[in-house]
């Protein structure tokens, strides 16, 4: 079997996903890379590790040369509220980044894992339950480079036969690397803070719904739809997925179960509030579940004890 690449392997999904490929596959076979050097205290950097930036192709040929590599994992990217700050980047490394991994996955003959999300949907989508196939009008550098990245890996599939696959993901929930410039960072801040201090102020409002999932059924779902039966599979390139939906208000009470004396307040950000609100609702991933058996297993409440167990198990041992 050919090596895994992942790029942005340092970042809030690369962290436990690389792990999860270790284990499941080899730990040798599986080179973990990022565009910073290796921090000694991250499981990502217990085996190949190679410094890739993704915005220079020949660094990405190059690593999938040197490890006869037979598929990348690209997670490499800024995520939503950052792009925003920085658009030029955004689509230099989003947009120019994914280009120049179908190039060499062209070249090389590699499969091709690619995250999408619900930020690829805008105000014009139908916000409750929306569908598989439906409007993508995104109002976002993000989302724009997420659409034009689903619809140029559809085209790399169709054009050279790629076997490129991916997940439109909803705001991810984890307790071991913490996301960076996300719209959905609240809900995984709202821990440390809830831990730490009893109190979190919200950059988002009380009644904003949006979807969710737990880091380990983000893993699984990755594996999952990459292990899939290719014959099964209609949309492979963005499919909807989704674990729990919820708001502020909703995830602050759940806690309060947990810390009574949890505190929330709010103060909004407009910029993060206003992507949000160009966001679905919530999503429909029937089609996920259809094709290739998707079917999480956590919800809001298994979610929320796990991950104050774990968080504050980590946090007393290292403050
Ligand atoms: N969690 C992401 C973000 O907030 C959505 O894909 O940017």
Redesign the pocket.
Known sequence: MRRILVTGALGQIGTELVPALRRRYGADRVVASDYRTMAADLPATEGIFEQVDCTRIEQIQEAVRRYDVGAIYHLAAL???LAEEKPQVAWDLNMGGLYRVLEVARQYRCQVFLPS???AFGPTTPPDNTPQDTIQRPTTI?GVTKVAGELLSDYYARRFGLDARGLR?P??ISHTAP?GG????YAVDIFYQAIRYRHYTCFLGPDTGLDMMYMPDTIDAIIRLMEADPARLIHRNAFNVTAMNFTPERLAEEIRKHIPEFAIDYEVDPGRQAIADSWPRSIDDSAARAEWDWSPSYDLESMTRDMLEKLGRRLRAAP
């Open positions: 995520l939503s509220a999300s619900i930020g993000y993901l705001g991810i996301p996300g719209t959905t960072d």
